[in-house]
């Protein structure tokens, strides 16, 4: 339950009549699309009562947000057989520093969708190996020949004696003869399902690379090691980028001296996938080189748009710079670093600040712009619900052949108990069940899709508030108390997969959270 304090309500009395009017133009445009027939996994019959309304789910949905303590607000959206069933929006969208009040979350606002992004990018991939463009056994390095990097002096690169793999012809190693594996057998496959077989420690793991911190330091403190690695090309970084003036790194740059560094398995060995966040930014770059195309151009026009889906977009770091429908993101302890990004100084320098200098989530913990394959995506619950309903081909997409199978097509299972196939985690023993988290400084989101009474339910959950790995909280099941904020929003699908008799449900798309006038509460 949300407080609405005196000094909010002609704000609220004034809100009021737009938002029925929103309301009733909104329920007009919610399409109803004929399901494909796939296998039931959860069935409702023969359990407790079914509910017919989403009180429930707003009342968990609350207790969530309470339970957490969310500065901001979270949004929920739920596709039920291809049609919009379940949209609200609780909490707040923005601090309001005037005032001190806050502007209400609505089902327009948009998020950073993080990790979420890895299933567009994957989507776009499908439209081209559709089209025959592309092949899932491409080589990358046939596809990026520009960013495959040249060796240089004191690197092994291209033999790390890591990735030797036999002797040769000769039998005999140390010689020109020798095989080894390398970024050469990198293919399309291993990148989408995260087999890609490059590091995953620092510093190819890592989000994205300081110019100044993570590059350029020499004196030995920092672990990523920066200037002091004999395999990255620093002289060629400092030039490019006239000292730092130009910075941040852009993703060519960072591909480009990754691709040089040790590997830490042959690609497409498994058994587990290896998490990797540059290999779905190869994949950005990838499809802008088979279009012709930017990738966020690409993305629109082959794969959003025909969705139906037009008011997603890649996210912009500063917050001067992003879109007015964008929420604030609330850093769960208001964390800064030096910047990504220059800032002014006097005279012929370039500056980055200091460890104060930028908020974590605006520029202080790398650019949204050049993580945008792999986390960059800002979008809606709604429009991203519709998006799955799209993959598991519950509505069609003309550019898409056997989507369901491509987003789950994964030779490499996972000793958790699934796998990862095209930008999705979904189950070993049951492909209906798709899942996926994201995080970012200001940023949790999640999404899952499962079949209810043999009908495919899709839920969304995001939030502009990201609490720490290491918070834990009761959960609603006694038996899983202390649990972390993701699976606690996981619980909280579940009950939504368990509680709803989705068949007799009435749609229930509000646009904010409702509020609740308290006289006794001062103005904060």
Request: glycine share 8%; proline share 6%.
């Amino acid at each position: 339950m949300i407080i609405l304090y005196p000094c909010f309500m002609d704000m609220f009395r004034k809100t009021a009549l737009a938002v029925i009017l929103v309301m009733m133009f909104s329920f007009g445009s919610f399409s109803s699309m004929q399901s494909v027939g796939i296998e039931d996994t959860f069935e409702t019959q023969g359990r407790q009562t079914q509910l017919t309304d989403f009180s429930h789910l707003d009342e968990n949905l609350t207790a969530l947000s309470n339970r957490w303590n969310l500065e901001g607000g979270l949004q929920a959206a739920i596709y039920y057989n291809g049609s919009l069933v379940y949209a609200k929006s609780f909490g707040f969208a923005h601090p309001d520093n005037e005032s001190g009040s806050n502007y209400f979350l609505q089902n327009s606002h948009t998020f950073r969708l993080a990790s979420l992004s890895k299933a567009i990018t994957a989507s776009a991939i499908q439209t081209l190996v559709a089209s025959g463009e592309l092949s899932l056994d491409d080589k990358m390095v046939d596809l990026i020949p520009d960013l495959v990097p040249d060796p240089i002096r004191g690197c092994a690169y291209p033999q790390h004696p890591n990735q030797f793999l036999n002797s040769g012809l000769d039998g005999r190693t140390g010689n020109a003869d020798d095989v080894y594996w390398g970024i050469h057998d990198i293919n399309v496959s291993h990148l989408l399902n995260m087999q890609n077989g490059l590091a995953n420690s620092l510093p190819t793991a890592t989000t994205s690379w300081h110019y100044q911190e993570h590059w350029n330091v020499t004196d030995g403190s920092d672990t990523w090691k920066g200037g002091n690695n004999p395999c990255i090309d620093l002289e060629s970084v400092v030039d490019e980028y006239q000292n730092g003036a130009l910075a941040p790194i852009r993703i060519e740059t960072t591909i480009r001296e990754t691709l040089r560094l040790p590997m830490d398995s042959q690609p497409g060995t498994g058994p587990n996938e290896v998490y990797s966040n540059i290999g779905y930014r190869i994949m950005g770059e990838i499809i802008e080189r088979k279009s012709g195309m930017e990738y966020e151009d690409y993305v629109n026009e082959h794969v959003l748009n025909p969705m139906g889906i037009n008011n997603m977009e890649i996210g912009q770091t500063l917050f001067q710079n992003q879109t007015p429908n964008q929420v604030t993101y609330f850093d769960r302890t208001n964390s800064t670093w030096f910047s990504y990004f220059p800032q002014p100084c006097f005279g012929p320098c370039v500056s980055f600040g200091d460890t104060n200098t930028a908020p974590r989530a605006y520029g202080g913990s790398g650019p949204i712009e050049q993580m945008a394959a792999s986390g960059g995506w800002v979008g809606n619950a709604a429009s991203y619900a519709r998006f799955i309903s799209h993959l598991d081909e519950t509505i069609h997409h003309e550019g898409f052949e056997n989507p369901f199978d491509f987003t789950t097509i994964s030779p490499y299972p996972d000793n958790s108990g699934s796998e990862y196939g095209a930008g999705v985690r979904f189950n070993i023993v049951n492909n209906e069940t798709w899942w996926h988290t994201g995080s970012l400084h200001g940023t949790a989101t999640r999404f899952e899709r499962n079949l209810v009474d043999n009908e495919p339910v899709v839920m969304v959950l995001l939030t502009n508030t990201r609490p720490w790995s290491w918070e834990n909280r009761t959960s609603t099941t006694p038996a899983a108390n202390n649990i972390s904020y993701w699976t606690d929003m996981g619980e909280m699908m579940d009950i939504a997969f368990t509680t709803i008799d989705y068949r007799n449900a009435t749609p229930h798309p509000f646009i904010f959270t409702p509020l609740t006038y308290d006289p006794s509460s001062p103005c904060p």
